[in-house]
C-alpha cells in the first residue's frame, strides 16, 4: 500500500524582508541585463573611390578590392570569416581569429569566370552576436578570356638566392628585385619566396600579391 506523507510547516511573512528580497532580485536581474550586452556589432562595406560597389558588372581577371569596417563598443570582435558563392556552390576565403574593438580590412582580387561571384563578410564578438555585410558582383557577358602569354624561361629567386629577382610580372615577362619591385606593384602578379623550414610543402612558395 502506498501512503503519502506531507508535512506542513508554518510561514511568516515579514514585510521587511520581502522588501529586501525583492530589491535583490531585480537588481541581479539588471546587472545581467546591462545595456549593450545585447547589442550585435557593426559592420558596414567601404565605398569610397577604388572600392568596387554592390552589383557590378566587371569582365573575367578584372582586378577589384573590396572592404568592411567593424565595430563593436562593449565586446571585442573576435572573428571574421569570409565566404564565396559561385555557381559552383559556396568555399571559405578567409577563417580568422582577431581580438579588437574595431577594425579596417581591405582585399584585392581578380574576377573568375563564374556568371556571379557573392562575397560574404561575417564578423563575430566575444558573446557571439555576428553581423553581416554582403557583395554580389555580375559577370560582363561580353568578356572573355584574354590571350595566353608563354614565356619559354623563366627562373624566380627567393630571399637569399643568387638568382635576379622573386616579383614576375606576367604582363610582359619582365623579373624585379626586393629593391625596385615597390616601384612596379601594379605590374606584380607572382611572387616567389622561402617559407616555413618547418613544414616541407611551404619551404618555397609561388604565390600573389593579396593571398
Known amino acids: 500500500m502506498l501512503v503519502m506523507i506531507r508535512h506542513s510547516y508554518p510561514f511568516r511573512y515579514d514585510s521587511r524582508t520581502g522588501i529586501c528580497i525583492t530589491l535583490m532580485v531585480m537588481f541581479v536581474l539588471a546587472a545581467c541585463n546591462k545595456p549593450g550586452d545585447n547589442t550585435s556589432p557593426t559592420i558596414r562595406l567601404i ?10 558588372t566587371v569582365p573575367i581577371g578584372f582586378l577589384f578590392k573590396l572592404g568592411i569596417l ?7 570582435i573576435t572573428n571574421l570569416v569570409i565566404t564565396l558563392t559561385t555557381e559552383n556552390g559556396t568555399e571559405t576565403a578567409v577563417d580568422s581569429g582577431i581580438y579588437a574593438q574595431n ?3 581591405e582585399r584585392a582580387m581578380s ?7 557573392k562575397w560574404v563578410f561575417m564578423i563575430r564578438d566575444k558573446n557571439g552576436k555576428s553581423a553581416t555585410a554582403s557583395v554580389t558582383l555580375w559577370k560582363d ?7 595566353i602569354n608563354y614565356y ?7 630571399q637569399n638566392s643568387i638568382l635576379p629577382g622573386s616579383f614576375f610580372s606576367v604582363a610582359d615577362g619582365s623579373i624585379f628585385t626586393a629593391e625596385n619591385a ?3 606593384q601594379d605590374q606584380v602578379q607572382i611572387i616567389t619566396y622561402w617559407g616555413d623550414q618547418v613544414v616541407p610543402s611551404t619551404e618555397f612558395t609561388l604565390s600573389s600579391p593579396g593571398e
Open 152 to 158: 619559354k624561361s623563366v627562373q624566380l629567386g627567393t
Open 70 to 76: 567593424a565595430e563593436k563598443v562593449d565586446a571585442a
Open 47 to 56: 565605398n569610397e573611390s577604388g572600392y568596387t560597389s554592390d552589383s557590378a
Open 111 to 117: 574576377y573568375g569566370a563564374s556568371r556571379f561571384e
Open 182 to 184: 615597390a616601384a612596379y
Open 141 to 147: 557577358t561580353t568578356s572573355a578570356f584574354g590571350l
Open 103 to 105: 577594425f579596417k580590412y
